[in-house]
């Protein structure tokens, strides 16, 4: 019995706690100040998977070629079959494999990634240093390589969203547990 | 010492500086080049009868060390950092778990994984943006973020490739598991910061970004962040050590190292993951059949055996603490059962308190060793029942080449002399 009157006594703390701190949040703490538009759009580097947030401007897989000599091929090799740096081409048909090869052509499941990952983070030694312009060529270089943007392509924000790449309907959810150890104590 | 590690200490590495400070404390067995740790020939005069060399000296003085370092003695002790990885800005560094005892990891000694180097961030031009789906698109300052109601909480962090499928596996516990460690948390609750912006309706992930040259992105679903999500600026106490975020990062506990964005500067509430290339060519688990499973954030229950584990050597029989650390993504471990006869049977170890949530929790069992070769092993039970699996059972599902979340028991093999090694190498 005292027991019970304790829980109650707990539950009804608890629902005094509630109450106080849902009028804490509905006045706010008053803490922090309201971010700017041009604030966000100077800091707002995310891409959707649709290509929501591409740039304007556009490059060719020409001018990504020497983008890509200059800037990407000391660690991804010249032809971006990987070094210091990962792979970037071929692995078509290996996942299933024994020795699946992971590439933007193999694996990626969204192109405009490419453009979001590229200016973000790349080149290593100076990301955030290639222009808009130069971010479509060298993405477009590397799509063609992989055999998916014709030699004198040129990308922008629309052809870049509308590229399927091969592997975008093979990924599903996550599953697990999916495995049961039956938990065996004695004579296993 | 009963766990005798095999390698020698290596005194050439130690500066001169440090030699001559403690000259008189190591005396001629540096000289001679032997282990101070054992009972070496010097360290006799040391011993009783006689009265030890460090009792007739004054020690250095207070203010010799305005930041405390450990002992000169414990100099091996240091992050197991590979000496042949391919480049060092984006690699990863694993803590000596086999040389560490209860559940915090120490500051300097935490895991630590990077993607474009460690940046040094003043805090003092550091600014958490928080946008998107929201009704104030908000801009905090660190005093800003550090006025919020705070709180602390211990839980892990683990990388989701710790290890990988695939042979050789790692020699020590930290060349197997070591991207694993554990700290006492303090920040703001990361539902607080989002309800004082306003979250909207159709809010349904969280895209957190750090402030390093990778700008490394993740999307979070909102469940999380409105669960147990945490902002952080301290660890152990102490500000975040730069290679763990400073000055502010996210802490997701249960969830995968690589979602706990460091150096975080800006939280992006969005109707739909990035899907950015750290959740799609990365941290995404290759199957058998080609498809990847995508958003596997939970790091399933695991436990290691740290003492006896690989590289150690037991140089007596007898009487000898089996201990090791167990843990779980989904919550409390309920229970560690341990085997010391190659996984035929099964006892259930103690649990050392404290049992927290998504925190390791230490586990001991006393064991006779007559001497015989053996292979010890613990396996974890976790608050939802779920039993920590074997290799075997994970590669039958997954394959060898899943590469993450790997949470396999892992055998250790003692052989008759003592030495301890990977029986998964066998």
Known sequence: ?188 | MPYAKSGKNNFSQMSRRALLRNAAVIGSATLAGSAVTGASASGANNLPPNVPQWMKVPGDPMGSQPYGTPSLFEKNVVKNISKNLPQYLSASGRTPLQDLDGIITPNGLFYERHHAGVPAIDPAQHRLMLHGLIERPMIFTMEDIRRFPSISRIHFLECSANPGYKKPYGRTASDLVGLLSCAEWTGVSMKLVLQEAGLRPEAKWVIAEGADAAALSRSIPIEKCLDDAMIVYSQNGERLRPQQGYPLRLILPGFEGNMNIKWLRRLHVSAQPAYSREETSKYTDLLPDGTAREFTFVMEAKSIVLRPSGGQRLTETGYHEITGIAWSGRGTVRRVDVSVDGGWNWQEAELQEPILPKALTRFRLPWHWDGQPAIIQSRATDETGYVQPTLAELIAVRGENSFYHNNAIWPWRIAADGEVSNAAND
């Open chain 1, 1 to 188: 019995m005292l027991q019970m009157i304790k829980a109650h006594a707990i539950a009804l703390a608890a629902v005094c706690l509630v109450t106080v701190t849902g009028a804490t949040a509905q006045t706010g703490y008053g803490i922090g100040r309201t971010a700017t538009p041009a604030e966000i759009a100077g800091w707002n580097i995310d891409i959707g998977r649709d290509g929501h947030g591409l740039p304007a401007g556009s490059g060719s897989v020409n001018h990504g070629r020497e983008v890509f000599q200059n800037q990407c091929a000391a660690c991804h090799g010249d032809k971006g079959q990987g070094g210091i740096g990962d792979r970037l081409v071929g692995g078509k048909g290996t996942l299933a494999s024994s020795k699946p090869v992971k590439t933007v052509g193999s694996y990626w499941p969204y192109a405009p990634t490419l453009f979001d990952y590229i200016r973000r983070a790349m080149p290593q030694d100076a990301p955030g240093s290639l222009s808009n312009e130069d971010v479509y060529a060298v993405s477009g270089y590397i799509l063609n390589l992989n055999g998916l943007l014709p030699p004198d392509a040129v990308l922008d924000a629309r052809t870049m969203a509308a590229i399927k790449m091969p592997n975008r309907k093979m990924f599903v959810g996550d599953t697990r547990p999916d495995v049961e150890n039956p938990a065996c104590e004695r004579d296993c």
